[in-house]
């Protein structure tokens, strides 16, 4: 990690916190105008940050608002990449309704061979 007063681009160091698979991509969601810097909107890959700022970019399906602590030298594993910054956002709460149920205990899923026969039965007797 280096010293608080170092800047770095952004592109770079959304890749180093690992909060995009490739530094192309984090450039282009940049380029694109989807990332805040202490509110304002940032255009160029080239945007310098420093410790202390605030960014907010959507990233799968919430928005997450970050605050850099450090500048990075290298990409390094996920403990320390999570160092580089602090979530300011709160935690995603799951609805109940996106929790995955086991599909038999609601009636879906495959047919037994029973259901299956009961289903070619009632299809056979509505083609008469």
Same mark, same amino acid.
């Given at each position: ?29 940049? $380029?694109g @105008?989807?990332v !805040?810097?202490?509110?304002?909107? &940032?255009?160029k890959?080239? /945007? ?21 602590? $450090?500048? @990075?030298?290298? !990409?390094?594993?996920?403990?320390? &990449?999570?160092?580089?910054? /602090? ?26 061979? !029973? ?14």
């Open positions: 990690m280096t010293e608080a007063g170092d800047k770095l681009r952004l592109d770079k160091w959304l890749w180093y916190a690992r909060f995009f698979k490739t530094r192309s991509l984090a450039a282009s969601i940049v $380029a @105008g989807a !805040r810097i202490n509110g304002t909107p &940032a255009s890959r080239s /945007t310098t940050i420093t410790s202390g700022d605030v960014l907010t970019f959507a990233k799968d399906d919430h928005i997450r608002v970050i605050r850099v602590e $450090a500048c @990075g030298t290298r !990409r390094g594993p996920a403990p320390e &990449a999570q160092a580089l910054y /602090t979530d300011l956002a709160p935690p995603e709460r799951t609805p109940k309704d996106k929790v995955p149920h086991n599909p038999a205990f609601e009636g879906k899923g495959r047919p037994t061979k !029973r259901d299956r026969r009961q289903l070619d039965l009632s299809k056979a007797r509505h083609l008469d």
